[in-house]
Structure formats: C-alpha cells, structure tokens
C-alpha cells in the first residue's frame, strides 16, 4: 500500500482545521495514523482509506477543494471512485477525532476543558494496604475444601467467607494483579471505548473470538474488544477493578414480577425462589465490608434498610443541583447514587480524588472498592491461596457425576492440572460460567454439567440503556469526577405502560471522545470548524440522564458452544444470540421519554434521545440469567443458594443466578448474593 502522507495530512487539515488550537496535523494525529496504518488499521487502509486518498487525490486534480467534503458525503463526485466515498470521509473524521480529542493530553482536552487528573488529595493517613500475596498454578496444592473460580464480586466474597470459615481454599483468576499504573489510562482502549483494544486481558485475541448472531440471523466473529462480545476484564478483582461502582439494591417487588404482572407471551419471566427479605441483611453486610457512600434515607421507592450506609455520598455539582430542581418541578424524588467508592478514607485506604478518569479505568486512589482491595486481603493473610495467570478450562467430575475438582491451564507457561476439590465455586460472570458448565462433558453429563433439563446458558440478559441529552445555555459540567451525583428511582417497576423500567441518574463525566462518538446534538457536523467549535461550545452545557431497563427475559436469548471456532487452549467458543421481548422495548421508549421530560423541566434550551434501541444480544458489563436459580430442576440450573442441581457440591455465585435482572447496576445483588450462599456452603 502506497500512500502520500502530505495529502493525508492536507486532508486532516480540512478535517480538523487550525484556529486557536492546533489543527490535525500540528497534533501528530497524522502521524499516529500513520503508526496505526502499519499496525492495527492496517487492513483498514488497504481496503478502503488507501484507495480513498488516491481517489480523493485525482478528485481534487479535477475540480478543485471547494465544496470537496460535503459533496464527497453525499456521492456527488467528478470522477470514478472504487470505494464509497462517504464511507471513507466518515471513517476519516472519525480516526482524527479518535486522536484529536482521545489521544493523552491532545489539544481537544483543553479546547473543551477536560483535565484527567485529581481535583483534591486522598487524606490517606499511612502508607496504604500491602499488595495481595499472589501464587502460580505450580504453587498450589493438589486438593482444596473448596476451588473458586474467578476472584470478581462473587468470586472475591465466595472466597472470603469460606476462607473465614475454616475451609481450604484455592480462589483461580485468569488474569493478573495489575496495578493502576499498568491498567493505564488510554481513552481508546479500555472497557469503556474499545476502537484499539482493551487496557486489561482480553487485549485482542488473548480472549478468543465469540460467535455473535444477530436478531436478522447474521452472524459475526467478534474480538474480544467489539461491540458484541460482552468482554469482561481478566485481572484480579475482574470488573470491580473498572467498573464505575453504582451500588444499587433491587427493589422487593424485583422479585415477584411473574406474580405481579403475569408471564407475557414468550418471555421466560419468573419470581425469584427467595424475597427482598431474605436477601436484605446480606445487602447490608455486602455494604459495610465492601463499602458503599451514600444515603440510606434518600430513595423512597426501595426497600426498608437494616442499617444506612458506612459513608456519607460523594459531593454534590452543578449538574445534580440543576436536575433536582427539574424533578421537584415534575414531583420526582431525587438523591445521591450509591457508590461503592470511598466518599472518606477508609480502611487504610484513600478517598476518591475526583480525576475525570473512572469507568473504564483502574482508580488512582484505591478508593473504588472491590472484593479484592477489602475482605480478600485479609482471606489471602488468613490462608487462602490466589494464583493468577490460572484458567479453568473444565469442571471434572467421577462416574457417579459427583464433581470432583477443575482442569486448569497456566496462561504463560501451558502446564495444565486437575485440582481435587470438595467443592467447586463458579464465579466467572454469565457468559463464562455457562460456556464453562457447557464444555465440562462426560459419559455421565454429555450435554455440560447441570444441563439435565437445557437450561445451562437460557435466559441471558443484560441492560439496555436509553435516556436522553439536554443542552444548556451555561455550562452544567464542573469537571471533578466521577460526576454521577444524583438519580431518580421513581420510574423503577412504577412506569406506566410497562413491566420493569428502570433507575434514571446523571452520566460519569464523558470523556471527550465519548462526547464527539456519542452526545453531539444529531445534526451537528464532525468535521471543520464548525464541529470544532460545536465540542468547544457544546461539552460542558450538555447533561446526560441514562438508565438500564429492567429486561424480560427470553428462552432464545441464550449462550451456547461454537465448536467451529476454538481458543488458543482448543476450548469451543462462546455463541450468543437471541432477541429482545418486545416489552423490554416498550419499557425502553417509555423510560427514554421520561429522560428527556426530566432534562426539559430542568432548563434545557433542546434535548435529544441517545438514538434507537438495540433488539439483540446485551450482554455486556451486565450480563446475567445464564444459570438461573430457582426450586424447580426443570427450569432453573441451581436452587436459591447457587448449588447446581443434582451437585451437591458444584455451585454458581455470580449474576448468572439471577432471574431477573432488575433496572439497577447489577453489582451490589452479585455481592450480596455470593455472602448468601458462600454462608450456607460454609454451614454444610
């Protein structure tokens, strides 16, 4: 492929002019597409931006600059061109976009007044907590009270509470304790933007593929970092190392949705086999060791408290107060979003520092909170053996089908062994788990491990998210992160014309290639000066309210073995397909519209939907259902404390049980579900 950079850099110039800022090329983001041309975008300029800039080039010759974008946008071009000339306008706006306003301290940052760093110090008093006491596969014992797979939400408490109780335990991460300094910050490879890649395993293909197949019946091999796949990160604390820490409870009347509303046509929606009550005084305890900021008091529509929260919230902003005075006008009640972040220093630990790098990120403080900077330290110290870079590959059991231990392999160095257990804790998130029951045959359990009845895998859900943008005539963005300050839960299963909805809260504060990819008015141009006056005028006056719909779980929306395809350990992959209920779209418009009257009575001079609602697969950050429990074999893979039907000693303590998912941020029910059972393993 031959290219002539001087025209690129032309063109980017026309794309991202120079006026009190840099243009594209005074930015090197010339010369960081020329680094990506020869290396992850390499395919993608040999088939179409190569050809497009000769193209381009030849158009020029023939009638001059004048007009060239706009008319290149609509095909009306003077000579042949052999690709599609809007597509390659488009995607070359959005490359020097990606570097303008994503690469590290680019120009975009200060243009539309973005900093990354803290906003205040963590008043952390000491040193801090010691780093966690790691081991190889190599180091581990042959036989083990119980093998926790996974060290995430679940699998970090799974392992805590047993390890209290006196058990043996061997907990098994894929990935690797990372520090902050190696999770990084780079705003187009993380697990919030994926364009280049992720900051944490899966990188690219570590992961390996996944079969995705859309609702239309298509079906795309998808990377461990596109759209579709779901990916989760691999490393010590799994997604409570970057998630954004919304710590919400569901609601009692989560639980008995099929009672309340009836099962809808082709849904799968059912009660939960435990209530409110049950799960109550494990949320509370989930809470206090892990620890959550926030108010206890604010939010009438939960459910009663045994104890309010160990941290007070995060500061109020502009943007919370400017939307609490829009719900007081339409009679909403309002308050602070549970966080699990410390509001305070805690534990040894720090407070958070407001940087304007949270979801996504590793946090630079420590003050995210995770099972893994809280009750593992103290299980690790106590006895409990962590080997990283370890990756389960079956779950092994005897004749008689009784599970008998985990296949495991060493990711850096191959060596694989089979660790006896007495029990056996799953806690790898939805996909995971199910793919790993799946390929866990044998002569006894030749469809996977606690399949007996096809359900390993059904009722796989996640979150659609809808909601809205308002725009405002004076800046409603403060800057200190991680912004998210207030929300509303009024809308929660009370949203007329609907079963579920969901919570309505501000966003995290965006970054600025997230506000360029996603919260520009519809009509707004990306290219030339007019888009980059519409990022400097636009960033700070623009509010984003946003929420999860509570979906209604589908049969067909399912994970499944793609044995076409396997992983660098000859494992199948994961194949996910199914399709929205129609109700969860309904409840989706309904809670969209409810977004955009909030930012309205709020002041907004305009406001805008977040666009229209995928109908397929969901699974991401949220993923859920795969192995629901409940009392009924048939129709359920475990009973209500996560043990896997017909195994006395395989169990699931992660969002795989749930039945429904609700309309919150999954997290908190993981926690407070994985103290639950990991109590009554540990009482047997």
Known sequence: MTVDWNDVSAFADTLVPQDEYPSASQAGVVDRLRADAEGLNRALWSSLLGPGMSCLTDEIAVRGAEGLVPDLLAGRTTVPWTVDSALFVETMTRLCAEQYYGARDAPGWAMVGYRAGPRRGPDLLGPGPAPLRTRRLADATDRYDAVVVGSGAGGGVAASVLTRAGLRVLLLERGEALSSEQVGNDHLRNFRISRYGHNV????????????????????????????????????????????????????????????????????????????????????????????????????????????????????????????????????????????????????????????????????????????????????????????????????????????????????????????????????????????????????????????????????????????????????????????????????????????GGVLANEVLKLPIAHWSGALPPETPRWGLAGKHAMRDLYRRTSHVFGPVQEIPVPDLRVTLDHRHVDRHGMPVARLAGRQHPLTLVAAGLQSERALEWLDASGACRVWSTGPVWDGVSAGQHQAGTCRMGNDPATSVTDPFGRVHGHDNLWVMDGSVHVTNGGFNPVLTILALAYRSAEHLAAR
């Not at 209530?275 to 109550?280: I, Q, V």
């Not at 939960?302 to 339409?330: C, H, V």
């Open 201 to 500: 395993p899966p990188y690219l293909g570590d992961g390996g593929v996944r079969v995705v197949v859309d609702p239309d019946g298509t079906e795309r091999v998808e990377p461990p970092w596109g759209p579709g796949y779901g990916a989760l990160p691999y490393t010590l604390g799994g997604g409570t190392r970057l998630y954004q820490g919304m710590a919400w409870r569901l609601t009692p009347e989560d639980f008995h949705l099929a009672t309340t509303h009836g099962v809808p046509d082709g849904s799968s929606l059912s009660d939960w086999p435990l209530t409110y009550a049950d799960l109550e005084p494990f949320y509370t305890r989930a809470e206090q060791e892990i620890g959550v900021s926030g108010d206890g008091t604010a939010h009438h529509n939960q459910g009663a408290r045994s104890a309010g929260y160990p941290m007070p919230p995060l500061p109020d902003n502009t943007e919370a107060q400017m939307l609490r005075r829009g719900a007081e006008r339409l009679g909403l009640t309002t308050g602070p979003v549970p966080m699990l972040i410390n509001s305070v220093p805690r534990s040894g630990r720090g407070r958070c520092v407001q940087c304007g790098e949270c979801v996504g990120f590793a946090c630079p403080s420590d003050a995210k909170n995770g099972p893994y900077n809280t009750v593992l330290p103290d299980a690790v110290g106590a006895g409990c053996h962590l080997v990283t870079g370890a990756r389960a590959l079956e779950v092994r059991s005897d004749a008689a089908g009784r599970v008998t231990g985990v296949l495991v392999v060493d990711e850096a160095t191959g060596e694989r062994r089979t660790v006896s257990a007495a029990h056996v804790v799953l806690a790898c998130a939805a996909v995971e788990t199910a793919r790993l029951l799946l390929a866990s045959r044998s002569d006894a359990h030749p469809d996977g491990l606690g399949n007996h009845s096809d359900q390993v895998g059904r009722h796989l859900q996640g979150h659609v998210y809808v909601g809205g943008f308002g725009l405002f005539d004076d800046p409603v963005i403060d800057g200190p992160g991680p912004n998210v300050r207030i929300a509303t839960c009024d809308y929660v299963n009370r949203l007329p014309g609907a079963i579920g």
